[in-house]
């Protein structure tokens, strides 16, 4: 590669000599952009969170309270069971008020057989959102794998 001018050809008379390479390689310089790039786009996140703070100390809230959540079951019969124990829908009504005032984040864990009717369900749901309880689960097994036993 010659990157002046050549000696073969610079005669006086100006005979054909060979031409200075002047084209820049464009390649290598994308090549490394492109690279930088990623490594902005992996690092960032990871900057964002490495502020230091000195945080105030509370027990209000901690974050390792466990979640509040009610049991409530319907077997094939109908019959409605919260937390393991057979209730009316009045007394149901009145036991989800109350667990709604003692936290309004409560869930409600809702387990129903596979026969009680769509309408059934519903119903409760409705008595659970009435009573202040938004928060409903729906609480179902894994289907078996084909050719297991049980």
């Given at each position: 590669?010659?990157?002046?001018r050549?000696s073969?050809?610079?005669?006086?008379?100006?005979?054909g000599?060979?031409?200075?390479l002047?084209?820049?390689?464009?390649?290598?310089?994308?090549d490394?952009?492109l690279?930088?790039?990623?490594?902005?786009?992996?690092?960032?996140?990871?900057?964002?969170?490495?502020i230091?703070?000195?945080?105030p100390?509370?027990?209000?809230?901690?974050?390792?309270?466990a979640?509040?959540f009610?049991?409530?079951?319907?077997?094939?019969?109908?019959?409605?069971?919260?937390?393991?124990?057979?209730?009316t829908?009045?007394?149901?009504?009145?036991?989800?008020?109350?667990?709604?005032?003692?936290s309004?984040?409560?869930?409600?864990?809702?387990?129903a057989?596979?026969?009680?009717?769509?309408?059934?369900?519903?119903?409760l749901?409705?008595?659970?959102?009435?009573?202040?309880?938004?928060r409903?689960?729906f609480?179902?097994?894994?289907?078996?794998?084909?050719?297991k036993?049980?």
């Amino acid at each position: 590669m010659a990157f002046g001018r050549s000696s073969l050809g610079s005669s006086a008379t100006g005979g054909g000599g060979q031409r200075p390479l002047s084209d820049i390689n464009v390649t290598p310089l994308v090549d490394v952009m492109l690279v930088l790039l990623v490594i902005f786009i992996i690092t960032a996140p990871l900057m964002a969170s490495s502020i230091k703070l000195d945080l105030p100390q509370t027990d209000a809230g901690q974050p390792n309270d466990a979640p509040k959540f009610v049991s409530l079951a319907v077997d094939a019969a109908g019959k409605v069971f919260l937390n393991d124990q057979p209730v009316t829908d009045e007394e149901l009504a009145a036991r989800l008020e109350k667990a709604a005032v003692d936290s309004k984040d409560t869930e409600v864990q809702l387990r129903a057989d596979q026969t009680v009717p769509y309408g059934k369900v519903v119903a409760l749901m409705g008595i659970a959102n009435k009573a202040g309880l938004s928060r409903i689960g729906f609480v179902t097994e894994a289907a078996e794998a084909p050719g297991k036993p049980r």
